[in-house]
T-cell receptor
């Protein structure tokens, strides 16, 4: 069965520090992988996605993620965190099925940023 | 982000009330989704509509009744809810196939 694990529930970093959020997935075929961000009281915004090709994916807001098939991982990184990055981050794996895409989400990682 | 809108943004209802949540997408997508987001639980997929046909119903209680009258609109009709149904209800849409889902801002539902 498909599943997504985000091992870190909470992470706190200082502004300007680098960031890595971990994501491990379980999926039988080539996965479609996503990272979303959610600010308090808001919906989910897509940061980046991986379908195929280059395993290093660039996203919005200076984020990137690297797909590592051997480790079943899709970790999200940012070289220098800004206070506005404080939010909850969700990793998801998707499988297209006919006319729609079924996403399985991880439990999320809440990021706090210290000034 | 105005591609997917949801109304109302906040809703408080008693257990005997009947209310409806509305979702509208302006992206020309063919699939629409309802998710439930509760505290301390991963997002739960509730329903999926593809080309206005319900294709997923993930063991959701019958007190939740979805409706998709056309490819741009999705409703979630609520009746005789329980306090544990209090959550953020998110709507999303996607193009046909294994592509990205775009989310609305959600409706924060409180059941008293």
């Amino acid at each position: 069965a498909q599943s997504v694990t985000q091992p870190d529930i909470h992470i706190t970093v200082s502004e300007g520090a680098s960031l890595e959020l971990r994501c491990n997935y379980s999926y039988g075929a080539t996965p479609y992988l996503f990272w979303y961000v959610q600010s308090p009281g808001q919906g989910l915004q897509l940061l980046l996605k991986y379908f195929s090709g280059d395993t290093l994916v660039q996203g919005i807001k200076g984020f990137e993620a690297e797909f590592k098939r051997s480790q079943s991982s899709f970790n999200l990184r940012k070289p220098s965190v800004h206070w506005s990055d404080a939010a909850e981050y969700f990793c998801a794996v998707g499988a297209g099925s006919g006319g729609y895409n079924k996403l399985i989400f991880g439990a999320g990682t809440r990021l706090a940023v210290h000034p | 982000e105005t591609g997917v809108t949801q109304t109302p943004r906040h809703l408080v209802m008693g257990m005997t009330n009947k209310k409806s949540l509305k979702c509208e997408q302006h992206l020309g997508h063919n699939a629409m989704y309802w998710y439930k987001q509760s505290a301390k639980k991963p997002l739960e997929l509730m329903f999926v509509y593809s080309l206005e046909e319900r294709v997923e119903n993930n063991s959701v209680p019958s007190r939740f009744s979805p409706e998709c009258p056309n490819s741009s609109h999705l409703f979630l009709h609520l009746h005789t809810l329980q306090p544990e149904d209090s959550a953020l209800y998110l709507c999303a849409s996607s193009p046909r196939g294994a592509d990205t889902q775009y989310f609305g801002p959600g409706t924060r539902l409180t059941v008293l």
